[in-house]
């Protein structure tokens, strides 16, 4: 891939008069915070006087959705949005967004208002003294428990470890790319994405600002805990095959092991039999059950950790889209996307 030319502190005219910055919000079933959404983001990029379009990925609510967001880019062509023909989670969405947005920089972040966009101003002035990614890292102590913030911790330390990506901080998707970060990874091909390990993945520098997560401004979280499992596993996956390389190291070990202890087996049988020194050397039935069993898991969860990466093998061959677009207000809202755009209605 061809490095983008225009990255990094040389493009300081983008930044102090951007042309326009995308804001890109997934939306599934969230037709009460929309219209607020729109408000609080008008006014804070108003405030510091940034040109923008907000781009709403509708993606497949069972609500009223697309008809506030008819009627909103009616009102103001400021709002925009794609409707997805399903809903294709987070990620999807997301990806989806990106595909289409343009501008000099582009922000995403959720529509529940739980990333509040007066935040904004505050990434745009990093961005502007030169940074390419700003990640907003939620400052979580108020509003979650105790548990879920060690669980959060524990879990994004050991990606950490996994991936050598540093994701610590990385728990949300709420964050600026500038215009050319975005376009390269646009342009990555893989069609799994776990989007706030490849915005680390991506390099160029990067900076993270904290701000307060609120609570959902109206409704309840989206997400159920299948596809919460199934995303921690993406993150675990996504970036390394340590984990495939772990059991190559545990299966050494064992090997290793076990031919010692069969070497001391066979020398004490002999020396028993043969010369009477110590005891017959038949071992119990408890050490050889718990062998069996601890040696059965082991290899069951490397079968499943195998398995992990063959699925995800399996599904980047079939090569299908990430999403499907199926109705826009954006005139050309994405050659690439596989799929057969409408006219926005
Ligand atoms: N979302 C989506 N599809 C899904 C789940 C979530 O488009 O299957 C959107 C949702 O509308 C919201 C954002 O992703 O704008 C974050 O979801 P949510 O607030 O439910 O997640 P939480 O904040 O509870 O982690
Ligand atoms: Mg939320």
């Known amino acids: 891939m ?20 995308s804001v890109v919000a997934p939306a599934y079933n969230e037709s009460e915070n929309l219209p607020v959404l729109f408000e609080r983001v008008r006014e804070a990029l108003e405030g510091i006087d940034v040109p923008f ?30 409707r997805l023909s399903r809903n294709f989670g987070h990620q999807g969405a997301l990806t989806a967004g990106m595909a289409v947005a343009e501008g000099d920089a582009l922000i995403s972040m959720d529509a529940d208002l739980q990333h509040p966009p007066e935040v904004l101003p505050e990434m745009i002035a990093k961005w502007r003294e030169g940074y390419d990614v700003v990640i907003a890292v939620a400052n979580t102590n108020a509003t979650q428990s105790l548990a879920r913030r060690i669980i959060n911790r524990i879990y994004y ?14 728990l949300s998707d709420f964050r600026l790319m500038d ?12 069609r799994s994405r776990y989007l706030r390990g490849l915005a680390r993945w991506i390099g160029f520098s990067q900076t993270s600002i904290s701000y307060e997560i609120a609570e959902r401004f ?20 996504a970036f390394s095959i340590l984990p495939l390389r772990l059991f190559l190291v545990l299966g050494f070990f064992v090997a290793g092991s076990s031919l010692l202890y069969a070497c001391y087996l066979v020398m004490s049988k002999l020396l028993s039999d043969h010369f009477g020194i110590g005891e017959n050397a038949v071992s119990g039935f408890t050490t050889l059950a718990a062998g069996i069993f601890f ?23 079939k090569a299908r889209p990430s999403y499907i677009v199926w109705e826009s207000s954006l005139k050309d809202p994405d050659p690439e996307s596989g799929s057969d755009p409408r006219e926005a209605r």
Do not use: C
Request: hydrophobic share 40%; charged share 25%; proline share 3%.
């Open 218 to 237: 109206r409704g309840e979280s989206k997400f159920s805990l299948g596809q919460l499992f199934r995303f921690g596993v993406d993150g675990a996956l």
């Open 2 to 21: 061809t490095v983008q030319p225009n990255l990094g502190k040389g493009v300081k005219d983008a930044r102090a008069n951007p042309a326009r910055i």
């Open 179 to 190: 215009g050319s970060a975005a376009l390269v990874m646009k342009s990555l091909p893989e």
């Open 53 to 82: 379009q907000l781009l709403v990925v509708e993606n497949g609510s069972t609500d009223n959705s697309i008809d506030v967001l008819r009627d909103m880019h009616e009102r103001d062509p400021r709002l925009n949005y794609i």
């Open 295 to 317: 040696l059965s898991g082991t290899i069951l969860m490397g079968i499943g950790i195998l398995g992990e990466y063959i699925g995800r093998i399996y599904d980047e061959t």
């Open 157 to 170: 330390s050991v990606i950490t470890g996994i991936s050598g990506l540093d994701l610590r901080g990385g």
